[in-house]
């Protein structure tokens, strides 16, 4: 069983800057892949982000790329995604989840476990 806890979301001014955290409880943390995924009031839940057990293979949302990265820090079992030049349509929960298996998994939002999410707010 892993249990994930988000951090970091707040208010933030468009073009400014987040870093959101995922700790991860679990001795086996490093063998999971790892995303974030956004949820927009009234949309589905999408896809932003993921990462491999390793960290050697990252997928981003295109809507995202250049602007959001993703890292892990297997010996801290902790997931971040930094988040720079937000836009208010970030504006968001931010879930993070994880998954035992291939890092296409967690891409398609099948992953097998999910945190409880964190608020991103971007105003204009």
């Known amino acids: 069983q892993v249990q994930l806890v988000e951090s970091g979301g707040g208010l933030v001014q468009a073009g400014g800057s987040l870093r959101l955290s995922c700790a991860a409880s679990g001795r086996t943390f490093s063998r999971y892949a790892m995303g974030w995924f956004a949820q927009a009031p009234g949309k589905e839940r999408e896809f932003v982000a993921a990462?491999?057990?390793?960290?050697?293979?990252?997928r981003y949302a295109d809507s995202v790329k250049g602007r959001f990265t993703i890292s892990r820090h297997n010996v801290l079992n902790t997931v971040y995604l930094q988040m720079n030049s937000l836009k208010p349509e970030d504006t968001a929960v931010y879930y993070c989840?994880?998954?035992?298996?291939?890092?296409?998994?967690?891409?398609?939002?099948?992953?097998?476990?999910w945190g409880q999410g964190t608020q991103v707010t971007v105003s204009s």
């Open positions: 989840a994880a998954d035992a298996g291939a890092l296409s998994t967690v891409v398609a939002g099948r992953g097998d476990y």
């Open positions: 990462i491999s057990w390793s960290g050697a293979s990252t």
